[in-house]
């Protein structure tokens, strides 16, 4: 009976073993793909036309497809068990996929969104917020998290999203890849889940600008024209000077790659939240209205909180019903925010409508046909894995601050990675007028190895500066160590010769310097290793050898302090107190 026991509990627990060893497998299984998909399919395009006819477009690329996007017998997600649960496989496929696929391109499976589309950070509770190949410790950004990611880990060529507040750009921008949202109403809409009507646009992410161009070129349907530069290009210099990141370095290698391609006579500057305070008029009132008077923030912000109020009350509209009747779990974030929609007035969405018009003229009026806006994608680097932050409101308006520039007037842009800071990426944004789609992507196209080029020259040049700065940090800590020394502040002293080795460790003086201040308080060890440091950094160092003779001196170490004194006579033959102290040691030490 006990042998039987014991041959149970082994094939228990080589059973849970196998339980163990599966979840382990699946977990990897996950990882691999970096959480990017919800489902693997495969659309294939059609076969290529006989010769003479010119091969499809996109033949040979791939792509995936937000879950917000139909395909004919498969139930679209929306990023939302629930949804899945309470809806019907599709009856025919997106408007856009389809155009894709008979475009040459070979759809792969499906990825993730945030849940409803409606976050902005990439987080997702309902399954495996998708790892941000750019920066794995960060968050990927949203709410086309998984289409980013894609693109990012390079499992696609290119992949589609949605975008009303920024569900494009941020995540490229987290994600450190091309990023496009056209202008509103130039993309068909058919056969995707509706979050906000009169913001909602199909983005696509892409590594190569060639193929970012090639997919707009499909889905944009413009007929052929002759390829224009930029005549104005507009540098928004207020909002880089906002940015945690280097703004002034992405700023710089814009300006310089404009000046190379186009010449410097169509650059300005601009300070965006001026102007925007002239011709947006609405603004004004609507932070008067919202905040009592008191303006609390920029109009880039105010901005945003315009397109969140407006993107809250459309999607109440369109799925608020849905909610009541199925009682699903949602994102925190959905939940909050639905409450605030309940508060939203008539009086409110006149205001985001007035806002809207005003930005279309201000932008058309700042741009004309052939102008470019160049801004910031996001105004911090992606927020760590499970920061809290997210969930806040403030954290929503934030990084849609730049994006709603776009959103509100319904003007293109394009998310442009340059590099990286603090281990994070950052990207620079262009935004053209309504309209100017095909004129961004050929601008984008043509820059984007000069930008990259000189991304990298700014990037060197302020690795330069900033070892340059600590240079001149050092010497002021090191002229306050001498002023503390003169007024005989030892201590003090010493705290801003070590603040001085610490920001440069590669003088001699400083060293030096400190080991005289050691010598006044009697720390005769610490004199001595402080003068033998310098000497090894600067072996032609007088008063190093007469500290160091006299730190030994003090310890008991005779001879060797003979050795340094001479030394320093050898070096400076005139040097009275090493003659002096030579000569005294060897009339006690002969």
């Excluded at 109403?185 to 056969?191: F, I, K, N």
């Excluded at 309209?435 to 601008?443: E, I, M, S």
């Excluded at 040049?461 to 340059?468: D, R, V, Y």
């Excluded at 402080?530 to 005779?558: C, F, P, Q, W």
Aim: proline residues 6%.
């Amino acid at each position: 009976m006990a042998s039987q026991s014991a041959n149970l509990w082994v094939l228990l627990g080589l059973g849970l073993a196998g339980i163990l060893i599966m979840t382990r497998k699946l977990k990897k299984a996950v990882k691999a793909d970096f959480g990017a998909f919800v489902e693997r399919l495969k659309l294939l395009p059609p076969p290529q036309p006989p010769p003479p006819k010119a091969p499809h477009p996109l033949t040979g690329l791939s792509f995936a497809i937000s879950d917000v996007f139909d395909v004919n017998g498969f139930v679209t997600g929306f990023g939302n068990p629930d949804w899945s649960r309470t809806h019907e496989p599709a009856s025919q496929t997106s408007t856009v996929v389809t155009s894709l696929v008979e475009g040459g391109a070979t759809c792969t499976g499906r990825t993730v969104v945030d849940d409803m589309t409606f976050g902005i950070s990439g987080e997702q509770i309902h399954f495996d917020t998708p790892t941000n190949p750019a920066a794995p410790a960060r968050m990927p950004g949203g709410s086309s998290s998984g289409a980013a990611v894609a693109v990012a880990a390079n499992f696609v060529d290119f992949s589609l999203g949605t975008d009303a507040v920024g569900g494009v750009r941020v995540p490229a921008a987290y994600c450190g890849v091309l990023g496009f949202r056209p202008s509103h109403g130039t993309v068909s809409h058919t056969g995707i889940i509706p979050v906000s009507a009169s913001l909602d646009t199909v983005g696509w992410f892409a590594r190569d600008p060639s193929i970012l161009r090639r997919v707009g070129h499909v889905l944009l349907q413009v007929p052929f024209a002759a390829q224009r530069n930029p005549r104005n290009v507009v540098i928004a210099d207020d909002c880089f000077q906002l940015l945690k990141s280097p703004g002034d370095r992405v700023s710089q290698a814009v300006t310089k790659a404009v000046e190379k391609l186009f010449g410097r006579q169509i650059l300005r500057h601009e300070n965006l939240e001026a102007y925007l305070n002239s011709k947006v008029p609405s603004l004004k009132l609507f932070a008067d209205k919202k905040f009592n008077g008191e303006r609390k923030s920029s109009s880039t912000n105010l901005l945003a909180f315009a397109v969140h109020m407006l993107r809250r009350h459309e999607f109440k509209q369109n799925h608020l019903e849905w909610i009541n009747a199925a009682k699903p779990n949602l994102d925190p974030v959905i939940s909050s925010q639905m409450q605030g929609a309940l508060e939203i007035t008539d009086t409110n969405i006149d205001s985001c409508h007035a806002i809207r018009n005003e930005m279309r003229s201000a932008l058309n009026d700042l741009l004309k046909d052939d102008g470019i806006l160049v801004i910031p994608t996001v105004a911090e680097p992606p927020p760590k894995t499970g920061a809290k932050e997210i969930q806040s409101e403030d954290y929503q308006i934030r990084s849609c601050s730049f994006s709603s520039i776009a959103s509100m007037s319904g003007g293109c842009q394009v998310c442009v990675p340059v590099g990286f800071h603090d281990k994070c990426p950052i990207s620079v944004s262009f935004v053209a007028r309504q309209g100017g789609d095909r004129f961004l992507l050929d601008t984008i196209q043509t820059m984007y190895a000069d930008l990259q080029e000189q991304a990298e020259l700014a990037t060197k040049t302020s690795a330069s500066g900033n070892a340059l700065s600590k240079e001149t940090s050092a010497e002021i800590a090191k002229e306050k160590g001498n002023q503390a020394f003169k007024e005989k502040q030892w201590q003090k002293a010493i705290g801003f010769y070590t603040e001085a080795i610490k920001l440069n460790g590669n003088s001699a003086t400083y060293f030096s310097n400190r080991a005289a201040a050691h010598l006044e308080m009697g720390n005769f060890l610490q004199a001595e290793a402080d003068s033998s440091k310098a000497i090894d950094l600067d072996k032609k160092n007088v008063k190093a050898y007469l500290r160091r003779g006299t730190a030994r001196e003090m310890l008991g170490y005779y001879k060797e302090a003979i050795e340094d004194f001479r030394y320093a006579l050898v070096l400076e033959p005139t040097n009275k107190r090493a003659s002096l102290s030579a000569d005294r040691l060897k009339k006690l030490f002969p």
